[in-house]
């Protein structure tokens, strides 16, 4: 019977329609408020129009693309080569480089933020490797200059998540059929060819799913940010979280325009996953 199956879902639309669309809901009409603290009053679509001319905004928005163009693409990649590599049924310590790499992911986010900043001060590690190798003459500013700082926030995200999505990708390349590498070896197929023409295309729907939490994860980064430049040099690395969080915390308190921002990571997760979606082919 049909209402026997709604009993066993019946929990879960509580429970996703009270913690998620319920407070969806509230947030849009706040964001058509504006005041300062709990003295709100309706305003309507004039937060929105402010946004535009927000400059804090626009840099904050900037930052958090150009975060979201350069490193979501460089970790895929990097995740996708990893999990190749140690996929190899010849490669000894497998288990060893497999827990190395996804280990960042599961540490503190505040901790390796933390580490992330001493690493990359002017006496950290970086520059004394960096001066070590003469690669450079002098240390570097790296949380002072502002395309350094950018640099450095790339860098910190890329080694925390590019193990996590690694490891979707070898948990999808051990259901892959050995047999057609075996057969397009004997057709005399490369590992270059192999990677291209067989690898990609199974891992197609993976590398889909992967692209989109990335995307959204790097939409609403928060905590590097936060620790390791706090926002600075000048906004040079602010993003739309932390901005939304100044708005909240640091700033006067403006909740109706915060809420009003944070709908702008709604809307780009909307519109970037639809053109993900459309880029890979899938209807569905």
């Known amino acids: 019977m049909s209402y026997i199956g709604w009993l066993f879902i019946a929990l879960s639309v509580v429970g996703i329609s009270l913690f998620y669309f319920y407070p969806m809901v509230q947030a849009f009409l706040l964001s058509l408020k504006s005041g300062m603290g709990a003295n709100l009053e309706f305003v309507g679509l004039d937060n929105y129009a402010r946004l535009f001319k927000d400059p804090t905004f626009i840099t904050a928005l900037t930052n958090t693309l150009l975060y979201l163009l350069i490193q979501v693409p460089v970790m895929i990649i990097l ?12 490669l000894k310590f497998k288990g060893f480089f497999r827990t190395a790499i996804f280990l960042p992911c599961v540490t503190s986010l505040v901790a390796y933020a933390v580490i992330f900043k001493y690493l990359f001060g002017v006496d950290g590690l970086v520059n004394e490797a960096l001066m070590g190798l003469h690669v450079i003459p002098e240390p570097l500013n790296w949380l002072s200059d502002p395309f350094l700082a950018k640099i450095t ?4 995200i890329t080694w925390r998540w590019t193990g996590y999505n690694m490891i979707f990708y070898l948990s999808a390349l051990q259901n892959v059929d050995k047999q057609m590498y075996e057969a397009a070896k004997i057709d005399g197929a490369s590992a270059i060819q192999q990677f291209f023409f067989i690898t990609i295309p199974m891992l197609k729907p993976i590398i889909l799913f992967t692209s989109i939490i990335s995307t959204i994860g790097t939409l609403q980064l928060f905590d590097e940010v936060m620790n390791i430049t706090s926002g600075g040099p000048g906004n040079a690395t602010l993003s739309i979280s932390m901005y939304i969080y100044n708005l909240s915390f640091e700033y006067t308190p403006d909740f109706g325009y915060a809420a009003t921002v944070s709908y702008v990571i709604v809307i780009l997760v909307v519109i970037l996953s639809l053109i993900q979606f459309r880029v890979a082919g899938d209807r569905n």
């Open 79 to 90: 995740a996708l080569i990893f999990s190749v590599l140690l996929n190899d049924p010849t």
């Open 153 to 156: 926030i790339i860098i910190a």
